[in-house]
């Protein structure tokens, strides 16, 4: 297992545009934690899953914000009509659950919205 | 009022000083990580504490958790060690973070 795996690590998009964000975590981690992270700031709790539930989103994420876990492992991010705010890193992290242990972080994926 | 404060902010020194940082939280919590994060972005947990102390080379983590404080030292610091260091305590399943630490330390 190579860790927690982002992609693409870069994205640059035009206002408006949607954009889709994808993490695989690690294999045997059934939480799975997305974050965001602005210019010198900590990160933003956004949304988490155990296994394929989505258990809490941040009132940070809007209605323009979707997480999916379809079948557990991966998840995917979208951010619809995209706007310059949204422009962050957006770091996902997996863990095992109910316990503290064994978070790992990905690289992240920096969105830029010009 | 932050539920997680850090202090300093901004901390600059020279190769070989030793370093500390602080971290106090309001919030009850099972476990605190200490974070390393390089430019570029990636994070790395340093350390995962739930009471007492913890030792990986040059770094030593304390938590109280009655005081709901912790210390990250570097002892002996290098430039390799130039990053932003983050406190992230572990509340109702998920990491709160602080705003983080950015060590510069100069040869």
């Known amino acids: 297992d190579t860790g927690v795996s982002q992609n693409p690590r870069h994205k640059i998009t035009k206002r408006g545009q949607n954009v889709t964000f994808r993490c695989d975590p690690i294999s045997e981690h059934n939480r799975l934690y997305w974050y965001r992270q602005t210019l010198g700031q900590g990160p933003e709790f956004l949304t988490y899953f155990q296994n394929e539930a989505q258990l809490e989103k941040s009132r940070l994420l809007s209605d323009r914000f979707s997480a999916e876990r379809p079948k557990g492992s991966f998840s995917t991010l979208e951010i619809q009509r995209t706007e310059q705010g949204d422009s962050a890193m957006y770091l996902c992290?997996?863990?095992?659950?109910?316990?503290?242990?064994?978070?790992?972080f990905g690289s992240g994926t920096r969105l830029t919205v010009v | 009022k932050n539920e997680v404060e850090q202090s300093p902010q901004n901390l600059t020194a020279q190769e070989g000083e030793f370093i500390t940082i602080n971290c106090s939280y309001s919030v009850g919590i099972s476990a605190l990580h200490w974070l390393q994060q390089h430019p570029g972005g990636g994070i790395v947990s340093l350390f995962m504490l739930s009471s007492g102390k913890k030792k990986h080379g040059r770094l030593i983590a304390t938590i109280n958790i009655q005081e709901k404080h912790s210390s990250l030292h570097i002892t002996a610091s290098h430039p390799r060690d130039s990053a932003v260091y983050i406190c992230a305590p572990y509340n109702t399943d998920k990491l709160i973070f602080g705003t983080g630490t950015r060590l510069q330390v100069f040869p």
């Open positions: 992290a997996s863990s095992l659950e109910m316990t503290a242990y064994g978070y790992t």
